[in-house]
Nanobody, 118 residues
Framework: VQLQASGGGLVQAGGSLTLSCAAS????????VNWYRQPPEQQRERVAS???????NYDDLAKGRFTISRDNAKNTVPLQMNNLKPEDTAVYYC?????????????WGQGTQVTVSS
């Protein structure tokens, strides 16, 4: 599985962006997908996750503002971000994690930069 994150950019506070995590390879539907972000000079933190079965979890920073979903037919996991704040400025990464044939597989995509101006 190869992951490609896209959709980042520069947006004003209060604005919206939709990031996309696109996967190539087989069995993508068997993977849970997580969105992480890494603000400048800070550690990477998880933002939201969606399991292979569609169960969704959000970190507190994302609740009420971000929406994660998945389209297994298109092999994509969008992250819609509304009411963006300057503190949302970070490089956003997607990660796929799955247990196949008794072995865990974990893949990371390259990041996409989100910058929120005040």
């Amino acid at each position: 599985v190869q992951l490609q994150a896209s959709g980042g950019g520069l947006v004003q506070a209060g604005g919206s962006l939709t990031l996309s995590c696109a996967a190539s390879g087989s069995s993508f539907s068997a993977y849970g997908v997580n969105w992480y972000r890494q603000p400048p000079e800070q550690q990477r933190e998880r933002v939201a996750s969606i399991s292979s079965g569609g169960e969704i979890n959000y970190d507190d920073l994302a609740k009420g503002r971000f929406t994660i979903s998945r389209d297994n037919a298109k092999n994509t996991v969008p992250l819609q971000m509304n009411n963006l704040k300057p503190e949302d400025t970070a490089v956003y990464y997607c990660n796929a994690r799955g247990l196949l044939s008794g072995r865990w597989y974990i893949y990371w995509g390259q990041g996409t930069q989100v910058t929120v101006s005040s």
